[in-house]
């Protein structure tokens, strides 16, 4: 929703309710006994209110998991500064009648002018160069430098209102309070968000479900929960032959479990094939998340349609398992793709689910069973969606399986006239070359502050090219989700193959997540 243009446009207007305020005031001559006095501190009030939403919009992404919320971010600062300016042009002509002498000598004699003066002047430079195109001449780093002066902006106001008042000092107070927390969410917060937190966890248990898939269960410690959303997934550190592997797996227990902490892994690469035949009760691994924007919210996802491809069940049985321990009132309709009969992962759990979840309704289908399979045949198709599914509603599609199939339900979905908006995709695979690329090409990449330039493949992503040649870059999930591996674009064209781990505003600095970004010609790194 927040992505809509008639939310941005609607803030917008919000954001002139207070300015609506004051001139309907005033057309009924009802700006109290002193106007000045009344205009003075309406539009005061109003700049350091409008500092403080915009110092909140960085905390709040991160607590109420809605990256979007930096869109929003600009407008607001952008008002501050606006009724900043309303509130220094009331005192420079209403009070002062352009007076330049007088201005002058209150701004250097009264501390609370002066401070206030301060603020606003520093406002003026980070209005300025608010825009994409200031970001780009400045450079990423240069314009994150300049705009923390907005931390100097926040503290001003308040101590020019605290200063202003002298007596009733309740309201300065609050907004320095609130502010000191904003700034310390802000400093302690990106640190953390970085690199997220790092646990270590020992292997209990193992359980075979397939023939080629396990579910590994890791005791948590009680002191340290992971604080998972059903759907997410973890980073592990494996070491396979005495060689790091760090691999990315959905979580398939409840997270509301504070006891383990479960994935389920399918047979299909190197790391996931040590783990079916070789991994030993004991076995020790580094985990890092949760990550993923891919989860289910019991607040806002009152209906859901789950795709499962194959091994794509494990975040769904995430979120089936959340939904029964929290009792909500979800409608469930679940599709899940498989080869054979055999290749049902969770078989016995969602039998259990369906006589425990009273709305959850579940269409297995088989593309080569046997002889006996008493459900639908084939692959999931339009016909067997329009069947099942019935009106489309504000129902909520979650797609986790192989690209092909997400791809198929996807374009099926859109047929039938479900909005973009309303489907979620996580991709079990990403960093695999995009198999209707015939041509492969090497180009020239350079790191800049490593100084090395090396050839690097079109079908290999950026991170690898730089691990490969001893380049450092920090990086978590490495599948686009976490945003650690973001790294500035000097130079040349990168494509990534999902965005969603990247802040906007990062992006708009020309940064690009190195783990699914892969060179398009010749590239320059600040890395």
Known sequence: MLRHRWIKALLFLVCLAPLGWLAWRAWHDNLTANPIEYITHLTGDWTIRFIVFTLAVTPLRRLLGLPDLIRFRRMLGLYAFFYGSMHFLTWFWLDKYFDIHEIAQDVVKRRFITIGFLGLLLMLPLAVTSTKGWIQRLGGRRWQLLHRLVYVTAIAGVVHYYWLVKSDIRLPALYGAIVIVLLG?????????????TTSLKLASIERQTGDTVTLRFPLSGSKPLRAKPGQFLTFDWVVDGKKLPRSYSISSS??????VEVTVKQQGTVSSFLNRDAKVGLKVEAHGPFGQFYFDASQHRSIVLFAGGSGITP????LRYIEETAADTEITMFYAVRTETDVIFREELDRLK????????????SSPGADW???RGRVNRALIEEQLGGIGQKTFFLCGPSGFMGSVKEIL????????????????IGTPDPDRAVRATYPVEFVRSGGKYE????????TCAESHGIDIPSSCRVGQCGTCATRVLDG??????EEGLDPALRAQGYRLLCVGRARGPVRLDA
């Open 374 to 376: 008493p459900g639908p």
């Open 355 to 366: 006589k425990r979840l009273p709305r959850f309704r579940c269409t297995l289908v088989a």
């Open 456 to 463: 690097c493949s079109s079908a290999d992503s950026l991170l």
């Open 316 to 319: 769904m049985m995430a979120m």
């Open 255 to 260: 997270p509301l479990r504070t006891d383990y």
């Open 185 to 197: 969410s802000r400093v302690f917060g990106s640190r953390t968000n970085r690199t997220k937190a």
């Open 493 to 498: 064209e990168v494509e990534m193959e999902t």
């Open 414 to 429: 859109m047929s039938l006239g479900v909005r973009a908006e309303q489907i979620r995709q996580e991709r079990f695979t």
